[in-house]
């Protein structure tokens, strides 16, 4: 059966892809196994998390997909017969669609890794060629979301032009330009065109003709100018490169997509990467920022942390409930913006200093969330000031504030409100009514 595609106008340069029963309406909420387990998975590791985000009480707050990356299935075969991927039973002994039930008897959904490629990043059997009788497995099997990535293309699915990714890792972009790009495209050219859209939008129509509701998470790291087409292909694209476990990928990786934050809204969210909270030496307050900076981008928040093993602090950061309300909201879908970029001049692209002061209206608080980060080195003051915020400035000059780490009620504050923080911390302050 067809699962019709509806449009909206959300976005500048694509209309959205609008799934049934609202999958992809809000940005996903869940866990992968890759950032924390890599190619080692079984079923036991994937059960223990999805009673983990029970037991934690991360699926109250809607936390909802728990998703198995690279390396489930038998390396370099299909079934001779019937053409399909073959699930490694020595790691999955019920299958992928027995596990897919025990997932699903705890009120969770289910999601799986492939890739629009010829094999995997793991190297395993990819889905370019098969599209049709990869979606047909997956929903047979009862899965409800898949991530899809870019590894193993071959040279005649390769794009004739290069588009402009300004990652801040790559020396060749570091302001956010990119002037040396070998091959760019011509001046108007539709990026809708190149191969690499052909590739995504074969395993949606594929995905669209099974009857069952799976969302389809984009992962092509953000080339083909994915921004432009992307929001019709799938119901999240990656931005970026991968992430990693250190303070400057993140930071990187947020001055990116801070750029992006016009492609945002309901059916369509930028995607730069599964979170690493929890994991490395990331400290305490850098967590508190990974997670801010994502959820206010309403980024999708997928748990990358071995669940059994997790810290009450790091708990503590992946269930504050006013980052995950306002990430979650039913009536807006637009995220925070950067209203001053504080260390540097507005609009400035500096991996080592993304923006630093965002916000954003909210329903679920019936108010204004604001973000301060301290991007720097060293311990150091920002300040709020209520005539600098977009929703407040044409308002009071007092309004009561609550801290959203703390809980804590702040009382009525005048004029704005100052905060220390130390090295890449952030403060996070919900602005409610006028007093």
């Given at each position: 059966?067809?699962?019709?595609?509806?449009?909206?106008?959300?976005?500048?340069?694509?209309?959205?892809?609008?799934?049934?029963?609202?999958?992809?309406?809000?940005?996903?909420?869940?866990?992968?196994?890759?950032?924390?387990?890599?190619?080692?998975?079984?079923?036991?590791?994937?059960?223990?998390?999805?009673?983990?985000?029970?037991?934690?009480?991360?699926?109250?707050?809607?936390?909802?997909?728990?998703?198995?990356?690279?390396?489930?299935?038998?390396?370099?075969?299909?079934?001779?017969?019937?053409?399909?991927?073959?699930?490694?039973?020595?790691?999955?002994?019920?299958?992928?669609?027995?596990?897919?039930?025990?997932?699903?008897?705890?009120?969770?959904?289910?999601?799986?890794?492939?890739?629009?490629?010829?094999?995997?990043?793991?190297?395993?059997?990819?889905?370019?060629?098969?599209?049709?009788?990869?979606?047909?497995?997956?929903?047979?099997?009862?899965?409800?979301?898949?991530?899809?990535?870019?590894?193993?293309?071959?040279?005649?699915?390769?794009?004739?032009?290069?588009?402009?990714?300004?990652?801040?890792?790559?020396?060749?972009?570091?302001?956010?330009?990119?002037?040396?790009?070998?091959?760019?495209?011509?001046?108007?050219?539709?990026?809708?065109?190149?191969?690499?859209?052909?590739?995504?939008?074969?395993?949606?129509?594929?995905?669209?003709?099974?009857?069952?509701?799976?969302?389809?998470?984009?992962?092509?790291?953000?080339?083909?100018?994915?921004?432009?087409?992307?929001?019709?292909?799938?119901?999240?694209?990656?931005?970026?490169?991968?992430?990693?476990?250190?303070?400057?990928?993140?930071?990187?990786?947020?001055?990116?997509?801070?750029?992006?934050?016009?492609?945002?809204?309901?059916?369509?969210?930028?995607?730069?990467?599964?979170?690493?909270?929890?994991?490395?030496?990331?400290?305490?307050?850098?967590?508190?920022?990974?997670?801010?900076?994502?959820?206010?981008?309403?980024?999708?928040?997928?748990?990358?942390?071995?669940?059994?093993?997790?810290?009450?602090?790091?708990?503590?950061?992946?269930?504050?409930?006013?980052?995950?309300?306002?990430?979650?909201?039913?009536?807006?879908?637009?995220?925070?913006?950067?209203?001053?970029?504080?260390?540097?001049?507005?609009?400035?692209?500096?991996?080592?200093?993304?923006?630093?002061?965002?916000?954003?209206?909210?329903?679920?608080?019936?108010?204004?969330?604001?973000?301060?980060?301290?991007?720097?080195?060293?311990?150091?003051?920002?300040?709020?000031?209520?005539?600098?915020?977009?929703?407040?400035?044409?308002?009071?000059?007092?309004?009561?504030?609550?801290?959203?780490?703390?809980?804590?009620?702040?009382?009525?504050?005048?004029?704005?409100?100052?905060?220390?923080?130390?090295?890449?911390?952030?403060s996070v302050l919900v602005v409610k009514g006028e007093c």
């Amino acid at each position: 059966m067809l699962i019709p595609l509806a449009v909206l106008a959300a976005l500048p340069a694509a209309h959205a892809l609008v799934g049934e029963d609202g999958v992809g309406r809000l940005p996903a909420l869940g866990w992968n196994s890759w950032n924390a387990f890599g190619c080692d998975i079984n079923a036991s590791a994937i059960m223990t998390a999805a009673n983990q985000m029970v037991n934690l009480g991360l699926k109250d707050l809607g936390y909802e997909y728990v998703n198995i990356d690279d390396c489930w299935s038998i390396k370099g075969v299909r079934d001779t017969t019937t053409g399909r991927i073959i699930p490694d039973t020595t790691k999955f002994p019920d299958g992928i669609s027995g596990l897919a039930s025990q997932v699903h008897d705890l009120g969770l959904k289910i999601g799986i890794y492939s890739s629009a490629g010829e094999t995997t990043c793991a190297g395993y059997p990819a889905s370019l060629g098969h599209e049709e009788v990869d979606a047909e497995s997956f929903a047979e099997w009862g899965i409800d979301y898949l991530k899809y990535d870019n590894c193993g293309v071959p040279s005649n699915w390769t794009d004739k032009y290069n588009a402009c990714v300004p990652d801040g890792s790559s020396s060749q972009n570091p302001n956010g330009t990119c002037p040396d790009l070998a091959n760019p495209a011509p001046e108007g050219y539709n990026w809708t065109q190149s191969n690499t859209s052909v590739r995504y939008r074969r395993m949606r129509d594929a995905l669209l003709n099974q009857n069952r509701t799976i969302l389809y998470s984009l992962c092509d790291w953000g080339n083909a100018d994915v921004n432009e087409w992307g929001n019709a292909t799938g119901n999240s694209w990656r931005t970026t490169g991968d992430i990693s476990a250190d303070w400057s990928r993140i930071s990187q990786i947020a001055n990116e997509n801070s750029f992006l934050m016009n492609y945002v809204d309901f059916w369509g969210h930028p995607d730069p990467d599964m979170l690493e909270v929890g994991n490395g030496d990331l400290t305490s307050a850098e967590n508190r920022a990974h997670f801010a900076l994502w959820a206010v981008m309403k980024s999708p928040l997928i748990i990358g942390t071995a669940l059994d093993a997790v810290s009450n602090d790091t708990i503590s950061v992946l269930k504050n409930k006013y980052l995950v309300d306002f990430h979650q909201d039913p009536v807006i879908g637009r995220p925070a913006y950067p209203y001053k970029w504080g260390y540097n001049p507005d609009w400035t692209f500096d991996p080592a200093h993304p923006a630093e002061y965002w916000s954003g209206p909210s329903s679920t608080m019936g108010g204004t969330l604001i973000l301060m980060l301290n991007s720097g080195n060293d311990t150091a003051t920002r300040t709020a000031t209520w005539s600098e915020v977009p929703e407040l400035k044409d308002g009071s000059d007092s309004y009561q504030v609550i801290d959203a780490w703390s809980g804590d009620d702040l009382g009525c504050v005048e004029k704005g409100h100052s905060v220390s923080l130390g090295s890449h911390d952030v403060s996070v302050l919900v602005v409610k009514g006028e007093c």
